[in-house]
Nanobody
């Protein structure tokens, strides 16, 4: 059974930093991509950042220059270094693991339970 577990969330003041981690276990083979999404109450889950198996990285405009995504394939672990945090970054952050679906596309088929990030002014 595939399990995705996030950690590293917490409460910080604006301007502070947090490092989120995501460990994927139980997966046969490797992921095709992994990513971070976030969600606040009453809002849709939104894309934050992703990284392909080949290390191609994408960022949402609102985190460019502040957040850095990385991965350790040997440890099946994804990271999100979040610097210069703002109150607007407060959300539950979810880690997604992408695998190749039946139609050949790379799809987030596995999600963690999320980790809360709270940024206070």
């Amino acid at each position: 059974e595939v399990e995705v577990v996030e950690s590293g969330g917490g409460s910080v003041q604006a301007g502070g930093s947090l490092l989120l981690s995501c460990v994927v276990t139980g997966m046969r083979g490797s992921t095709c991509k992994m990513g971070w999404y976030r969600q606040t109450p009453g809002q849709e889950r939104e894309f934050v950042s992703s990284i392909s198996h080949q290390d191609t990285k994408f960022y949402a405009d609102f985190v460019k220059g502040r957040f850095t995504i990385s991965q350790d394939n040997a440890k099946a672990t994804l990271y999100l270094q979040m610097n210069s945090l703002q109150t607007e970054d407060t959300a539950v952050y979810y880690c997604g693991a992408g695998t190749i679906s039946g139609d050949g596309t790379c799809t987030y088929n596995f999600w963690g339970q999320g980790t809360q990030v709270t940024v206070s002014s």
